[in-house]
């Protein structure tokens, strides 16, 4: 059986690959965006775009909505027939990846609190306490 530091390992190794995971599906779907951007602009249809590229439309689409990830060989032929430079596909892409509104929800602490809210059995009980917390929360924003 792991040791709790092992388990606290773990745990934080998992909570960064979430978000490792997550900041890969904006990229994807920033690229995908980008690309669908261009191809309009162009006037191209997915259907013309997939023969060049030596697959299906279904593909196509599946690349513009962030379904399926573009490798790097794919990215060099999309910029050729679409004309722009691979900065093009991360333009703007930092703004989307900042930090997110509001708080990290798989903060070890914040999750340790809300397991010991709700391990409160009485709703009045849980009610004084956030009412309480709040109070603080103001008091110390001033």
Same mark, same amino acid.
């Given at each position: ?7 606290? $390992? ?10 490792? !995971? ?39 689409? $599946? ?32 703004a989307e990846i900042g930090e997110p509104d509001g708080p990290d929800l798989n903060d070890p602490e914040l999750v340790e609190l809300v ?22 929360? !103001?008091?110390?924003?001033?």
């Amino acid at each position: 059986m792991p040791t709790a530091p092992a388990a606290e $390992k773990r745990r934080h190794i998992s909570e960064d690959d979430a978000t490792m !995971r997550a900041n890969a599906e904006r990229v994807d779907n920033h690229v995908g965006s980008m690309f669908r951007t261009r191809r309009q602009e162009l006037g191209l249809s997915q259907t013309a775009v997939a023969d060049r590229l030596g697959v299906t439309f279904q593909q196509v689409q $599946k690349y513009e909505r962030g379904m399926n990830r573009i490798s790097a060989s794919r990215l060099h032929d999309l910029c050729e027939i679409l004309g722009v430079p691979v900065e093009y596909f991360f333009d703007g892409l930092d703004a989307e990846i900042g930090e997110p509104d509001g708080p990290d929800l798989n903060d070890p602490e914040l999750v340790e609190l809300v397991n010991a809210y709700m391990g409160i059995p009485r709703q009045m009980t849980r009610a004084r306490l956030s009412a309480m917390l709040r109070s603080v929360a !103001r008091w110390a924003n001033d």
